[in-house]
């Protein structure tokens, strides 16, 4: 079993920036890639950002590349997402996602675990 406690998410104006952690504890961390999903009420998850178990590789989607950044700290088992030049349509609830293997994965059912998630509110 693998544990992920999100945290950093907030209210912020339309420009700001924050970034979300995403603690996790039960297994060796370094043996995961990792992604980020956001999600508003009446739709579905929607892949954000993903980055494999050494942090080599990473994958955004178009909607916030350039302006979001996936990191990872293996020492301190934790998953990172840098968002910067956030606009209002970026308000959802924000959740870290984890699975073993050697890749990036972009779907919600590609990852075996799920933290309880974040609200990022972003104001115009």
């Known amino acids: 079993q693998v544990q992920l406690v999100e945290s950093g998410g907030g209210l912020v104006q339309a420009g700001g920036s924050l970034r979300l952690s995403c603690a996790a504890s039960?297994?060796?961390?370094?043996?995961?890639?990792m992604g980020w999903f956001r999600q508003v009420p009446g739709k579905e998850r929607e892949f954000v950002a993903a980055?494999?178990?050494?942090?080599?590789?990473?994958y955004y989607a178009d909607s916030v590349k350039g302006r979001f950044t996936i990191s990872r700290d293996n020492a301190k088992n934790t998953v990172y997402l840098q968002m910067n030049s956030l606009k209002p349509e970026d308000t959802a609830v924000y959740y870290c996602?984890?699975?073993?293997?050697?890749?990036?994965?972009?779907?919600?059912?590609?990852?075996?675990?799920w933290g309880q998630g974040t609200q990022v509110t972003v104001s115009s």
């Open positions: 996602a984890a699975r073993s293997g050697v890749s990036y994965y972009t779907r919600p059912y590609e990852y075996n675990y």
């Open positions: 039960g297994r060796t961390f370094s043996n995961y890639a």
């Open positions: 980055i494999t178990r050494s942090g080599a590789s990473t």
